[in-house]
């Protein structure tokens, strides 16, 4: 378990955000926690990483001076979002993974999650939860985004098919990113709880859909 700098919950490492200190003070988010160092935890919600930076949380994480690039919080959604495209192109090359509502449906009993763009409409998503009930549902990428992934123009749902470390990789990013993301249109499954109303900044949406 590790605690959050700024709100002080603890979670488990995976659904938190790693950042590490460079040589020069930099601070950047290391997304799969391999980068050596001392790391400083973050909840995936960007009141916390706000708050972290604001008030000094990562210089008394580093026990040394930090500093901040440009956008330094509006960039972390955009790295989730190529770590995701990557998982899942992952996936597709392994045939682990479907798109388009009735081969989803269709492969439904074999499939650890489903992906739903962020911009996808209303319609599909409230069909798609209905019919495949009980398979954990993740906010991803733009229609256009995950479209990239299998040569199509745009994708609004994606089926995955267990593969080992590889889908808990792409669980945990799915995860963050949804809860990340200013965009809560659709349900989020997993991620790392944060009251972040605790200090007067709104929290996410979060559920798993389960019937």
């Known amino acids: 378990m590790r605690s959050c700098v700024a709100c002080r919950q603890s979670a488990p490492p995976r659904g938190l955000l790693r950042f590490v200190r460079g040589l020069d003070g930099a601070v950047a988010l290391d997304v799969r926690g391999r980068l050596d160092g001392r790391g400083a935890y973050t909840c995936a919600q960007p009141g916390c990483l706000r708050r972290a930076r604001e008030k000094g949380a990562f210089g008394h ?59 996808g409409a209303a319609n599909t998503r409230r069909d798609i939860l209905e019919k495949a009930a009980g398979l954990a ?40 990113y949804g809860h990340f993301s200013a965009s809560t249109g659709a349900p989020v499954a997993g991620g790392a709880p944060c009251d972040e109303n605790k200090e007067g900044v709104e929290a996410p949406k979060e559920s798993v859909v389960t019937q």
């Open 137 to 176: 549902v993740h906010q991803g990428p733009a229609k256009a985004t995950l479209g990239h992934v299998f040569g199509r123009e745009a994708v609004a749902v994606v089926g995955v098919m267990d593969l080992g470390g590889a889908t808990a990789r792409l669980r945990d990013d799915l995860s963050r």
């Open 61 to 119: 994480a580093f026990a040394a001076p930090v500093v901040f690039d440009d956008g330094f919080v509006e960039r972390v959604p955009s790295v989730l979002r190529d770590e995701i495209v990557r998982g899942l192109a992952l996936h597709r090359r392994a045939g682990r993974a479907v798109y388009g509502r009735d081969r989803v449906l269709e492969a439904a009993p074999q499939l650890s999650l489903l992906v739903l763009a962020e911009d």
